[in-house]
């Protein structure tokens, strides 16, 4: 039985194509492309019209498990798959951040024969926009603690009221929770700190919604930090922060164009968790991506229930952007797991089991419809699906008057989505879209999380902590009431409770404490005991990579 290639094989196996006919494919001069090696480049801001004809196209999946559902595979299958039948299609995704790639997940830039290339630069520093975004967001934390250390009296900080946070972008634990300062006089106040991981930094979040500099500059001044020892709020703008912030992110806030196994198109940029941030790649890409091709496919991170309704209700209310087309991801063996499997009879035929997890993906396509528009299930096929079992959901889907197709991309490339990517096509010709939200700005924070958790969740009770509750009465006072909110919590379950899978009822959320990302402008309730900087799992993928004397990395999966 010959042994299917793993990723990073298939990815050092494919010539690799000079990115300047890449972007020749998109129109796009060697002027226009500014070279990091002959593989990526970066894209001028210039490129964004402002009345993008492209067709958006989302990916989004059913809850995630451990195994991974494949969305990006399925993007940049479509992509290739859309061009294969003669479109002009380009892929529009985040960045991967280092934390998955040495914790859990290894690479994240597609899997077998749907991958984005160059595949370790990608996973491994890339451009240096994750970098950039550490540096800005860390020197507004050094800025702070040197006002503190000068005592300043014009800004007048009350250290206990600091909510900026530090962050690098790795799974390390032990930074959660750290003091600053210890040492002798000279060496700071000393106060309570801790870091959280890159991607959930409100630098990220503000770079992937920003429109140009002067946005993001504007975004920068908005952030909030803590308050003085008289209440009077303090903002990044305070402490004069904002220009060299934003002179770091002159080249991040950048897009990055590569290209598929198959030459393909493709932009990466930024890389927002779902879990705790907008789970989606930054509006300058995808606008970028509407006004040089005719179909962009993107993505937004994890499940349905966090990664689109973030996307519709933080990126889309806040860029004017709206989707024309709503993919949703499920596997076999995701139906499995939800239905009760256990890990290690996972790829054991189970038909009954496929039917007692539908559940889940009965509930992720009945909230899609909440917002107008009819999804299309994808099914990412793996050598172990039955017939049987892919019937099953087939029928499933269709007594819910939902069309469920198979992909075999991962295997087959391009040509594995071809039936997915003409009907694509004809139902965005059909322009049935009645896309629309769930709720307004101007509604109230209670109301937009009563919205979310019971609408889209299934929650029957919220509950409120003091803190909370304090926080709520806080944020009337500061104006932030009016944001959207970016709701915190595991991805592994409609609840707040990972171990509650399936599509659990009756449950209560609870909403423990918010946190403000007022340049961003959004709020972020946190629900359960949801982490902001994850840890490393008992044996980590960084354990498996490694690099010869030649410079060939291994181990990426």
């Not at 952030?223 to 060299?244: C, H, M, S, W």
């Not at 209700?313 to 797991?337: E, F, M, N, W, Y």
């Not at 944001?483 to 599509?503: H, L, N, Q, V, W």
Request: hydrophobic content about 40%; charged content about 25%.
């Amino acid at each position: 039985m010959t042994t299917f290639p793993s990723d990073i094989e298939i990815a050092q196996s494919t010539p690799l194509r000079h990115i300047r006919e890449i972007a020749a494919k998109l129109n796009i001069g060697e002027d226009d492309l500014e070279y990091y090696g002959k593989y990526k480049a970066k894209l001028p801001l210039s490129l964004q019209r402002s009345n993008p004809n492209g067709k958006l196209i989302l990916v989004t999946a059913m809850s995630p498990t451990k195994f991974g559902e494949g969305k990006t595979t399925t993007v940049i299958s479509i992509v290739d798959s859309l061009n294969y039948i003669g479109k002009k299609a380009i892929a529009v995704l985040r960045e991967p951040s280092l934390g998955p790639v040495f914790g859990v997940k290894g690479g994240a830039a597609g899997g077998g024969y749907s991958q984005v290339i160059p595949m370790e630069d990608i996973n491994l520093h890339f451009t240096g926009d994750f970098s950039a975004i550490e540096k800005a967001n860390n020197l507004l934390s050094a800025l702070i603690d040197n006002a503190l250390f000068n005592k300043r009296s014009e800004l007048n900080i009350d250290p206990r009221t600091i909510l900026w946070k530090r962050v690098m972008d790795m799974n390390d634990r032990a930074l959660r929770q750290i003091v600053v300062g210890l040492g002798g006089k000279n060496d700071g106040v000393v106060r309570e700190e801790g870091f959280n991981i890159t991607p959930a930094s409100e630098i990220m979040a503000i770079l992937c919604l920003a429109t140009d500099l002067e946005d993001l500059k504007d975004k920068i001044s908005n952030i909030y930090i803590g308050q003085t020892y008289e209440g009077k709020p303090i903002f990044a703008r305070d402490l004069n922060a904002v220009g060299a912030m934003t002179a770091l992110l002159k080249d991040a806030i950048k897009p990055n164009l590569v290209q598929t196994l198959e030459g393909n198109p493709a932009i990466l940029h930024g890389g927002p968790f779902a879990s705790i941030a907008q789970g989606t790649n930054s509006v300058i890409a995808t606008r970028t991506g509407l006004s040089i091709a005719d179909y962009v496919v993107t993505e937004a991170g994890f499940g349905a229930d966090l990664g689109a309704e973030k996307f519709f209700h933080i990126k889309c209310q806040k860029s004017g952007l709206k989707p024309d087309a709503i993919v949703i991801v499920a596997t076999i063996r995701a139906l499995k797991h939800h239905g009760g499997v256990d890990k290690e009879k996972i790829q054991i035929p189970s038909p009954d089991l496929v039917r007692k997890g539908f559940c889940n993906l009965e509930k992720h396509i009945e909230n899609i419809l909440q917002f107008g528009i009819k999804p299309l299930v994808v099914i990412n096929s793996f050598p172990t699906d039955s017939k049987e079992e892919i019937k099953i959901v087939e029928d499933l889907c269709g007594q819910m008057g939902i069309k469920a197709l198979v992909s075999t991309s991962f295997r087959d490339g391009g040509k594995g989505s071809v039936e997915i990517a003409e009907t694509i096509v004809n139902d965005i010709n059909k322009n049935n879209n009645k896309f629309h939200l769930l709720y307004e700005p101007k509604d109230t924070i209670e109301h937009k999380v009563k919205t979310i958790t019971q609408k889209i969740y299934g929650a029957e009770v919220i509950e409120y902590s003091s803190k909370a509750k304090a926080q709520l009465l806080q944020m009337k006072k500061l104006g932030f009431d009016k944001y959207p909110i970016c709701i915190a919590k595991t991805p592994m379950s409609f609840s707040d409770d990972e171990k509650k899978i399936g599509r659990p009822s009756g449950f209560t959320v609870t909403v423990r404490e918010f946190e403000y990302a007022a340049g961003a402008g959004f709020v972020i309730p946190l629900l359960g005991d949801v982490m902001r900087m994850p840890g490393l799992p008992s044996i980590p993928s960084a354990e498996k990579i490694d690099i010869n004397s030649e410079g060939l990395i291994s181990g990426l999966f």
